[in-house]
Nanobody, 121 residues
Framework: VQLVESGGGSVQPGKSLRLSCVTS????????IGWFRQAPGKERERVSC???????HYPESLKDRFTISRDNVKSTLYLQIDSLKPEDTAIYYC????????????????WGQGTQVTFSS
């Protein structure tokens, strides 16, 4: 399994950003897969997840600005972040595992290298 994120960068307030995660080694619509982020000095947190059946999951605090989607033909997962805020500054990772599920507390074992998102004033 390989996961390669891209699309990060320095973004001005209120702007949008779309992150990509190119996947290989498994079938994207057969496993649940999520986006996580880790800000400096903070624990890694999950920001969105999409189940194998296509159901999207978000923390309540992010559901209005974050959108997860996937392109099964391109084997690519996306994360759209709208109205960027300073607290969105973090390294963003995609992660999955055959035994990882959006519902519950399971943790994925396969992680990408991450892509940095920085809020620029």
């Amino acid at each position: 399994v390989q996961l390669v994120e891209s699309g990060g960068g320095s973004v001005q307030p209120g702007k949008s950003l779309r992150l990509s995660c190119v996947t290989s080694g498994f079938t994207l619509d057969m496993w649940d897969i999520g986006w996580f982020r880790q800000a400096p000095g903070k624990e890694r947190e999950r920001v969105s997840c999409i189940s194998a059946d296509g159901t999207a999951h978000y923390p309540e605090s992010l559901k209005d600005r974050f959108t997860i989607s996937r392109d099964n033909v391109k084997s690519t997962l996306y994360l759209q972040i709208d109205s960027l805020k300073p607290e969105d500054t973090a390294i963003y990772y995609c992660a999955t595992d055959i035994n990882f599920f959006c519902l519950g507390n399971s943790r994925p074992n396969y992680w990408g290298q991450g892509t940095q998102v920085t809020f620029s004033s």
